[in-house]
């Protein structure tokens, strides 16, 4: 199966979706879900549109999946520029020690039900 039609990469973007229509359009701010649950998305959404690029890329792996090692490095990066390089770069980002806890069990999600051979 793709990326695409895992349903554990499709429920985290239809939750981000719904998210993003119920604060945008309706105004619909619930405080706990506003402040982390675009942070808990974001890595099975980043890793997974990455991995997909990656077997497009490279068809004759099938099954390719990513190591440890850089899953590891990507959650160490997106916690590095959203909770420590752009706060000092602007005010109107906020730093906030729980955001890097949210990127880690969403990758921790990603490594778990996401990273799987694609199926023959």
Known sequence: MTVLKNPFF???VL??????????AFQIFIPII??????LLAMP????ITLQLFRWMHPAKNSYIFAK???????????LVFEWFLPRQSPQ?????????????????????????KAQ
């Open 93 to 117: 980002y906020i730093s906030d020690p729980w955001d890097i806890l949210c990127y880690g069990m969403g990758t921790i999600y990603f490594y778990r039900w996401m990273n799987k051979p």
């Open 10 to 12: 499709f429920f985290p």
């Open 34 to 39: 506003h402040a982390y649950l675009d942070d």
């Open 15 to 24: 939750l981000f979706g719904l998210n993003q229509l119920l604060e945008k």
């Open 69 to 79: 090692t850089p899953i590891i490095i990507s959650w160490v990066y997106v916690s």
């Open 45 to 48: 959404v980043i890793l997974g």
